[in-house]
Each structure stands twice: as C-alpha cells, then as structure tokens.
Antibody
Framework: QVQLVESGGGVVQPGGSLRLSCAAS????????MHWVRQAPGKGLEWVAF????????YYADSVKGRFTISRDNSKNTLYLQMNSLRAEDTAVYYC?????????WGQGTLVTVSS | SYELTQPPSVSVSPGQTARITCSGD??????AYWYQQKSGQAPVLVIY???KRPSGIPERFSGSSSGTMATLTISGAQVEDEADYYC???????????FGGGTKLTVL
C-alpha cells in the first residue's frame, strides 16, 4: 500500500534551518512529480513547492522562494525540503503529496514550529 | 500572484444540495481538483480533473467547470460531509499551484 512518511519537523528559532524528509513506498516514486504543502495552525492549505519526477524542474510559492529548496533522491525514494531563514509565519504542518490524477497520496504531515 | 476564490462558508440541511464555487482566471484552461479535509486529518481528494471522482468517493460528490468557475456539488449532503473543502489548480503557466482559501461546509 502507498505510504508517504514525513520526518524532520520540530522547533527552530527564527532565522534557523531545518530539513524535512518524506519517505515514499508502495508506488513508483521516480515516475511522479511531488509537492510540499503546508497548513498553518487554524489556517488553510498552502502549496509550497513542486519538483518534477526527475528533479529537472523545481517551482516555489513566492512566500518561500529563495529560502526553501525542494529536492529528491529517486534511489532512496525520498523527497526533501531544505528550509533556511525560517520565520514565525513558516510555522505549519508540512505535508508531502503526490497530486494530480486519480492516484493522489498525502503523508500524515510533520509540524514545524518557528519560535524563540 | 494567482488566486482561487472560494466562499468562506456554506450551510445546508441534511439531504439538501450543497454547492461550493471556486473562481480563477486560469480555470478555463486548467483543471480544478477538490479536497475534503476534516479536523486533524490530511486532505482527501474528492474530485479530480474538474469532474472525475476517485474510487471510493460517494456518487453524491460531483464537479463541473465552466469559464472561470469550478463547482463542487454534494447532492443530498450528509452530516458526515461536514468539513473544509479546498479547490486546487495551477496558474496559466502550469508551474505554480494554488489552493483556494477553503470553504467550511456545515450540514445541520
């Protein structure tokens, strides 16, 4: 069965860095583009970043461009999100997701809290 | 930046039809996706590519799109359909994805 398992969340000070990971299983990870989506406490869903199946193209929301980097290692079936220069407004649950089409998969999310 | 606009809330009685709209300038050329999210849970896809229903989603959920507006329709809404609903699509370039602000559906 398909699983997406995020890890790496935690508490970090403003200006700090964190790297999230998402381990995929149960589907051909290397064949699909992948997204990061976040949800601040009590707020709506916000798309963060997308990477193509082979890592050739990456796209970011304006709110994170220049601070976050999405990447993937298809040999390890793992998606990453490197987050630098973190701000209080980056506090959210971060989901990795394969979206588009009928086969739509989401992880359970990992909480990132940016606070001094 | 591109935006998708949804009403903040919709309220219906059980058995009535609920309609949630999503407007965006690129929707005439880009598919809309609809997600249901219940408190504390990850989103669940209920409609993809404007009007297709994933397996396991009840037939009372349907979608349509015309011009700059996509619509999620729940025919005969049930109490268990109470949730937040989000539309999701891309801008005209297809490279930037956006969620609508979400619509809280109340069924009571």
């Amino acid at each position: 069965q398909v699983q997406l398992v995020e890890s790496g969340g935690g508490v970090v000070q403003p200006g700090g860095s964190l790297r999230l990971s998402c381990a995929a299983s149960g589907f051909t990870f290397s064949s699909y583009g992948m997204h990061w989506v976040r949800q601040a406490p009590g707020k709506g869903l916000e798309w963060v970043a997308f990477i193509r199946y082979d890592g050739s193209n990456k796209y970011y929301a304006d709110s994170v461009k220049g601070r976050f980097t999405i990447s993937r290692d298809n040999s390890k079936n793992t998606l990453y999100l490197q987050m630098n220069s973190l701000r209080a407004e980056d506090t959210a649950v971060y989901y990795c997701a394969k979206v588009g089409g009928a086969e739509d998969y989401w992880g359970q999310g990992t909480l990132v809290t940016v606070s001094s | 930046s591109y935006e998708l606009t949804q009403p903040p809330s919709v309220s219906v009685s059980p058995g009535q039809t609920a309609r949630i709209t999503c407007s965006g300038d690129a929707l005439p050329k880009k598919y809309a996706y609809w997600y249901q999210q219940k408190s504390g849970q990850a989103p669940v896809l209920v409609i993809y590519e404007d009007s297709k229903r994933p397996s396991g989603i009840p037939e009372r959920f349907s979608g349509s799109s015309s011009g700059t507006m996509a619509t999620l329709t729940i025919s005969g809404a049930q109490v268990e359909d109470e949730a937040d609903y989000y539309c999701y699509s891309t801008d005209s370039s297809g490279n930037l994805w956006v969620f609508g602000g979400g619509t809280k559906l109340t069924v009571l």
